[in-house]
């Protein structure tokens, strides 16, 4: 069997360049690295419902009375070794969901959101003492999905049949601080022995856990953490990012650098009962 000559498959014209990365893209995001924050628990938060139908059957008699439901939750994102990690809350160590909920029909969107995003991950302390909500950098909206009836599935479209989707869930970045002193805490001097610091960022109820997630865990992980969460590295991956370490330097931008030999992404528990994800991390089934 012959073989094609490599002068063949030689061309006369100049090879033509593609378009840099960074064309038509948005600008870099940088990301700061998860020592820049710590991280503490606060009063349990119980859950409104005790039971996925009784979830719906407010949802239906929200419907009813003020139309459709408006929610909003943050994709909060900080680095470990050069990698993304997705801040994200587990609930009876089985259900994830990302920090925010649904706003109230007189809420502000915007405005609304920060506030319940103030209730899931402000320090213990701040609100109801006079103080104003926490000064979260709400960026760009990166997805919406939409329930069209009063059942638990949710889309990213409008499916063709429905003209009244009963409730719009949108997915923001949040843009989080250089360090834990902002948004939270800037301008605030209280001392404290227990969680209200300066240093202190994010707290989260004792029922709940934090984590960080890797996208790598996130990715085509629908059986683990469905279809919205494990979507998130998709919607992300129109970004450049920027890694900058504890001192403030870039230490690597996308397509990034290598991490320390032997690391390998995995979900850390930030704050909340971690004792279930420790056992599950040591064994090797996490």
Known sequence: MSTIPSTVLQSGNPPTIPLP????QPEKVTL????NYTFGVKETQPEEDPSVIARLKRLEEHFAEHGMRRTCEGILVCHEHNHPHILMLQIANAFFKLPGDYLRPEDDEVEGFKARLDERL???GRIGEGEEAGDWEVGECLAQWWRPNFETF???FVPAHVTRPKECKKLYFIHLPKTS????HAGTQKPSLTLYTETEVLSVPKNMKLLAVPLFELYDNTARYGPQLSAI???????NFQFVDE?????AMTPGAGAPAG???KTKVLAGDDTDMNENEENGTQ
């Open 263 to 265: 690391y390998v992404p």
């Open 247 to 251: 001192g403030g330097n870039v230490v």
């Open 32 to 35: 700061y690295p998860l020592s």
């Open 122 to 124: 402000a320090p213990v």
């Open 181 to 184: 002193t902002c948004p939270l």
């Open 233 to 239: 590295p998709h919607i992300l991956s129109r970004y």
């Open 21 to 24: 990365f960074s064309s038509k």
């Open 154 to 156: 949710m889309y990213p």
